[in-house]
């Protein structure tokens, strides 16, 4: 069964650093989402993405952070200069459609950051 | 905004038993969307079971239904027969429904279910 697939599944990096996260979301969808949970809280929309670019993003999702789709397979989700409170679960999703209402989720990516 | 409330951390359900976990959510919007997501220990979150708020029958699936009180604006989740690999943690989620591009979801702090042999 086709999955949404996420690397790394653990990064430690130290503040002020670069980090990318990459999702292989499923072949024929075309909408794809970064989510994140900061530990012991919500699970938090960051941005939306169609059509190679962003169609919503959320207030969390300031200038330091940029998603790409750099080769029709990879989506990824930058963050410039990390902070401590950048530390949490990121979840990639992807679904079919927009009116497909059902996404797909990875496993995740928990970020550290020292 | 909307939000999203479950107000159970945890529960415990022995197995076999059925288990009952809240959701409460606030919106000002008449189409939308309701969700249970289930994560099991290391894996990814999968769909449980949805319900459209147009809809006045509770959506089922399997051992699955839900409780969908649109006025009072509850939504739970019940697990009939509950069985071991059921033990995960559940989200409550909202989505509006406005047909565009963007279908992002509403996420609860989530409910950690343990079923116990």
């Known amino acids: 069964e086709p999955e949404v697939t996420q690397t790394p599944s653990h990064q430690v990096t130290q503040m002020g650093q670069e980090v990318i996260l990459r999702c292989v979301p499923i072949?024929?969808?075309?909408?794809f989402y970064w989510y994140r949970q900061i530990l012991g809280q919500k699970v938090e929309f960051l941005v939306s993405?169609?059509?190679?670019?962003?169609?919503?993003k959320s207030e969390i999702f300031d200038d330091q952070f940029s998603v790409e789709r750099p080769d029709g397979s990879n989506f990824t989700l930058k963050i410039r200069s990390t902070k401590l409170e950048d530390s949490a679960m990121y979840f990639c999703a992807s679904s079919r459609t927009g009116i497909d209402t059902e996404a797909f989720f990875g496993q995740g990516t928990r970020l550290t950051v020292v | 905004a909307q939000t999203v409330t479950q107000s159970q951390p945890e529960m415990s359900v022995q197995e076999a038993e059925t288990v009952t976990l809240s959701c409460t959510y606030d919106t000002s919007e008449n189409n939308y969307y309701l969700f249970w997501y289930k994560q099991p220990p290391s894996r990814q979150m999968i769909l449980v079971i949805r319900?459209?708020?147009?809809?006045?029958q509770n959506a089922t699936e399997n051992r699955f239904s839900v409780n969908f009180q649109k006025a009072a604006k509850s939504f739970s989740l019940k697990i009939s027969d509950s069985q071991l690999g059921d033990t995960a943690m559940y989200f409550c989620?909202?989505?509006?429904?406005?047909?565009?591009?963007?279908?992002?979801?509403?996420f609860g702090t989530g409910t950690l279910l343990a079923v116990q042999p």
């Open positions: 319900q459209e708020a147009y809809k006045q």
């Open positions: 989620a909202f989505m509006n429904f406005y047909g565009g591009a963007t279908n992002k979801l509403i």
């Open positions: 072949s024929n969808h075309l909408y």
């Open positions: 993405f169609y059509n190679n670019e962003i169609s919503e």
